[in-house]
């Protein structure tokens, strides 16, 4: 397993982008700050209002897929709660690649198949190939429960096995 991007006490929060349902006209707010201990704390308040309903963060990177990488790793502590995983290839495609993941409330590790990622635009399945590209340019952590709902995430590394 090779860690991607691990959160630290020295993590420039700055590098990753708060994109909510404010960019549709909704009002979920979020924040990503680092926790007492290090870790990544994505937190906030999702709302149906307005035609909102989702929260995100997302980093702009580049990351080598090596042939023999089958698997996202995370190691997160949640809320219970299911959040989403996203890919893309290319920042700048209009496409995420998605997979599911449910929290249990304690410190856990979620192992999600490359190839299982789907592709999304705006919350609806594309009829194109799962990912199946050889580098990563965006990763994503988004909350899309279609219902009101505060939440917490707090997130210590992200790899590749």
């Known amino acids: 397993m090779k860690k991607i991007y691990t959160f630290v006490s020295q993590t420039n929060i700055k590098e990753w982008q708060i994109v909510n349902d404010g960019v549709m006209g909704g009002l979920s707010k979020s924040t990503l700050l680092l926790s007492d201990g290090g870790h990544g704390k994505f937190s906030g308040h999702v709302t149906l209002e307005n035609n909102g309903g989702f929260a995100s963060i997302q980093l702009n990177t580049r990351i ?13 502590k949640g809320d219970g709660k299911r959040y989403e995983f996203r890919l893309k290839n290319d920042y ?68 590749l096995e």
Not at 64 to 76: G, H, M, Q, T
């Open 64 to 76: 080598k897929v090596e042939e023999d990488k089958k698997f996202i790793i995370l190691r997160v």
């Open 92 to 159: 700048s495609a209009p496409q995420s690649y998605v997979h599911q993941f449910t929290t249990s409330g304690e410190w856990e590790i979620i192992k999600l198949e490359i190839n299982k990622f789907y592709p999304t635009f705006r919350g609806r399945q594309l009829n194109i190939p799962n990912f199946n590209f050889e580098s990563i340019e965006q990763l994503s952590f988004l909350i899309a429960n279609k219902q009101e709902e505060d939440f917490e995430l707090l997130i210590d590394w992200i790899g």
